[in-house]
C-alpha cells in the first residue's frame, strides 16, 4: 500500500493525478485506466435513465470495485438553479459531498460563467459541499471563489477536450504565487503528459485529465504515462529547479582541459 | 393524468405518490436521483410526495463524467 502523500476535501490521497471517466472505449478498458494510471479519484456524472435503462448501475457498480474517490461534476449546466439541483441529486446518489462545479458560458468554448459559477458556489458551500469549481485562470473571479467558501480551485488548462495544454502559463504561475494555501489543480485541456508536467512544475497541486488517456490509442499505457508524469512534476517542483540565462555556462569544468586558454578568445 | 419524465410524458392513474410511480415505471433498486418541478426530492421524501397532473420528474442515475 502506497502511503499518502496529499490531504484534499478531507481525504488522504497516493496520486497528485485526477482522472476523468467518459470517452473511453469500455468500462474494461476505462478500469484498467484508472488502476494503471494510479488516480485515486475519479469524475462522475449524473444522466437521464430510462426506466429499462441499467447502464447507470453497471457504471457505477464499475467504479464502486476500484474504491476510489468520486468528484461528481455538474456538467452541461448553464445556470444556478441547475447547478444547485444536479448537485443535490450527486450529493445523494453517490453519497459524497464532493462537487466539481460546472457552468458552462460558452457553449464553443465550454469556458466557466465566472459570475454565474460564484453565485452556484456561494449556495453549494453554504449547504455543505466541498467545491472543487472548474474556473477560469482568473485572480479576480479565483478571490470571489474562495470569499465563497472554496478551499480548492481548478483552474482550466485550455478549453476542456481540446489538449492544447497551458495557455496562459503566466497567469496560472501568478494564481499559484497569489494562494500558496489553497489547493489548486489544472482542470481541462491537458494533452500529453508534458503539459500535466509543466502544471506540476508550477506548483500546482494535481492535474485532472480525461481526453487525453480516453482516446489515446492505448488508453491504459497512457494512464500510467500521466501518473508517472504527475509525480515526475512534483519532484521536479520540489527540487527547484535551477534559473534560465541567456548564455551558455559549461556544465564540465574548463581549468585543466588540453589546450585551455586562459583568456576569452574567438575560434581562428 | 399526464406526468412528463425526462423530457416524455408519461400516462399515469390519479393518484399516486412519487415512490409508487418510480416502482411502477421499473426504477425500483436502481440508483437514481429524483428532481420534481426542477426541485431535488430527497429519498426519504418519495413515500409523501403526491403527484399531480402535469409536474415535471427528472430521474438520474451514475454515468461517465470528465
Known amino acids: ?164 495544454g497551458l495557455n496562459n502559463p503566466y497567469a496560472l504561475r501568478v494564481l499559484r504565487a497569489r494562494y500558496p494555501e489553497i489547493t489548486l489543480i489544472v482542470d481541462a485541456g491537458i494533452g500529453k503528459p508534458s503539459h500535466a508536467i509543466a502544471a506540476m512544475e508550477l506548483g500546482y497541486d494535481g492535474v485532472l485529465v480525461n481526453t487525453a488517456v480516453a482516446r489515446a490509442t492505448d488508453p491504459v499505457q497512457m494512464g500510467r504515462a500521466f501518473g508517472l508524469a504527475v509525480e515526475a512534476g512534483r519532484l521536479a517542483y520540489q527540487a527547484g529547479a535551477m534559473p534560465v540565462q541567456d548564455l551558455a555556462e559549461p556544465s564540465t569544468p574548463v581549468t585543466g582541459t588540453p589546450f585551455w586558454h586562459s583568456s576569452p578568445g574567438r575560434n581562428p | ?31 437514481i436521483a429524483v428532481a420534481h418541478n426542477d426541485e431535488f426530492v430527497p429519498r426519504t421524501r418519495y413515500a409523501t410526495l403526491q403527484l399531480q397532473d402535469g409536474d415535471r420528474l427528472e430521474i438520474v442515475s451514475p454515468m461517465q463524467g470528465g
Request: charge should be negative; include cysteine; proline fraction near 5%.
Open chain 1, 1 to 164: 500500500m502506497t502511503a499518502p502523500i496529499w490531504e484534499v476535501g478531507g481525504h488522504s490521497l497516493t496520486s497528485r493525478l485526477l482522472l476523468g471517466t467518459a470517452r473511453y472505449p469500455s468500462l474494461a478498458v476505462l478500469q484498467q485506466a484508472i488502476h494503471a494510471s494510479g488516480a485515486g479519484v475519479v469524475t462522475v456524472s449524473l444522466r437521464r435513465e430510462s426506466a429499462e435503462g441499467r447502464a447507470g448501475s453497471q457504471f457505477w457498480n464499475t467504479i464502486k470495485e476500484l474504491g476510489v474517490q468520486v468528484l461528481p461534476n455538474t456538467a452541461g449546466c448553464k445556470t444556478v438553479k441547475e447547478a444547485v439541483t444536479t448537485a443535490e441529486m450527486a450529493r445523494e446518489v453517490f453519497e459524497t459531498a464532493w462537487l466539481k462545479l460546472e457552468v458552462i458560458g460558452d457553449d464553443y468554448t465550454l469556458q466557466p460563467h465566472p459570475f454565474l459559477l460564484v453565485e452556484a458556489a456561494e449556495q453549494l458551500c453554504r449547504r455543505g459541499f466541498e467545491v472543487f469549481p472548474y474556473t477560469t485562470e482568473d485572480l479576480v473571479v479565483a478571490e470571489r471563489l474562495i470569499q465563497a467558501g472554496c478551499k480548492i480551485l481548478m483552474p482550466w488548462g485550455a478549453p476542456i477536450g481540446s489538449g492544447q
Open chain 2, 1 to 31: 393524468m399526464l406526468i412528463e419524465v425526462n423530457g416524455e410524458k408519461k400516462e399515469l392513474n390519479a393518484p399516486h405518490l412519487l415512490a409508487d410511480a418510480i416502482n411502477h415505471w421499473g426504477y425500483a433498486g436502481a440508483p
